[in-house]
């Protein structure tokens, strides 16, 4: 289970809280450097400022009462934008954008958390049996798909954030992230994978809608559907985030009324059986383990590792069916693990010729930024 993003939200008052445990934590952060740390990389973020950012984590420690305070992908977020640079694609700084709005720090978002918090509620049928109120709320603030969709979107948290909170250069970094806050939600049928790109079919209009492959339909077999927002970049379109798999009649339903989306996945929720099919809609998971380049979650990237691995001791074999149901989900699986910030220190320090010889045979396949840092680190390489 993903590890709670203490930063993301301002303590509520003590009062609010349920055992002393929880009480302890709120008065010891507040107390803590942590609590101004904590705004001061939210206020670095919203400017745009990767280096200030990283620099008030790495000064304050990440342990307080014997936790991990800073979430894991928070620091990887930033730490893979100050290692890429120049070769992060101005879509990822969307996509940090994005990732900066969920947060939903600004007291003006307390009303959309409320009800955002209500619409996943309604959406799975009621509130979880097993949870008391407080543990529910975080976990679907933490992992719930319709929660994030809601806010960002129908509740409009993306665009009060670039109105209200995101300084000039960081909104002047990314790729089209106004048109992103209009992006309606689509129901999309998987026609077929290619190593770059994924091809999509409007279950109603028969229309074809391609995005860049960077792991979106890793769960989705080809024929399956899904619903999610396709959003505009630079020569061509990708996922916000990774959509969600779904039934082919929701996947109809949305397509003929995007805007009704909620009421499609709460109709089918309240049939009998119907909320207990997680396997054909699975509107739980982990969303901040889903990075800025990829959208196979970080727990999965572990499969691109090991077939890196493989690749660099065995250049020639090209048979992958081994490792992935889908071979053309391989390249980005390849490429997420490529980007991550810990492999690109290790591979910056030094590539076996062996090694530059199975990343150069991969170069046309994974996507930006990964193909990108694979020219940079082989021909300095090769400079060398």
């Not at 445990?21 to 010891?28: D, L, P």
């Not at 996943?120 to 049928?125: E, F, S, T």
Request: glycine letters at 8%.
């Amino acid at each position: 289970m993903p590890k709670r993003d203490k930063h993301q939200t301002r303590p509520v008052q003590h009062a609010r809280f349920r055992d002393s445990r929880r009480r302890t934590f709120a008065e010891k952060l507040v107390d803590s450097p942590y609590w101004p740390a904590m705004f001061a990389v939210i206020d670095a973020e919203a400017r745009g400022d990767v280096k200030a950012a990283l620099e008030i984590i790495r000064r304050t420690g990440n342990q307080l009462d014997g936790d991990q305070f800073w979430h894991p992908q928070r620091i990887e977020r930033l730490e893979q934008m100050e290692l890429l640079g120049a070769l992060m694609p101005r879509w990822a700084h969307s996509r940090w954008i994005v990732s900066q709005a969920i947060q939903g720090t600004d007291p003006r978002n307390k009303w959309r958390m409320a009800k955002a918090i209500k619409v996943a509620i309604d959406v799975r049928g009621g509130p979880d049996p097993v949870r008391d109120r407080e543990d529910d709320r975080i976990q679907i603030m933490d992992r719930n798909w319709v929660y994030r969709q809601a806010f960002l979107y129908e509740l409009g948290g993306l665009e009060a954030f670039l109105r209200h909170n995101a300084a000039g250069d960081l909104i002047a970094g990314a790729d089209r992230i106004w048109e992103w806050t209009r992006a309606p939600m689509r129901g999309l049928r998987l026609l077929r994978r290619e190593s770059r790109q994924l091809v999509w079919e409007d279950p109603v209009t028969g229309g074809q809608v391609n995005t860049i492959n960077i792991g979106s339909a890793v769960f989705v077999d080809d024929g399956e559907c899904v619903i999610g927002r396709v959003v505009p970049i630079e020569g061509g379109a990708m996922f916000e985030t990774a959509p969600l798999r779904v039934p082919d009649e929701i996947a109809y339903a949305v397509a003929d009324e995007p805007d009704r989306w909620i009421d499609a996945l709460r109709d089918i929720s309240e049939r009998p059986g119907g909320s207990a099919e997680p396997d054909k809609i699975w509107v739980t998971r982990g969303l901040r383990d889903y990075g800025l380049l990829t959208d196979i979650p970080y727990a999965l990237v572990t499969l691109a590792m090991d077939a890196g691995l493989h690749a660099f001791h065995h250049p020639d074999d090209g048979d992958l069916d081994e490792l992935f149901t889908h071979p053309d989900d391989y390249p980005a699986c390849l490429a997420a693990w490529l980007v991550q910030s810990g492999t690109i220190k290790a591979l910056s320090a030094g590539i076996p010729a062996e090694g530059r010889a199975a990343l150069d045979s991969f170069v046309e396949l994974v996507p930006e930024p990964a193909a990108g840092l694979i020219h940079d680190l082989t021909d300095h390489r090769s400079a060398a």
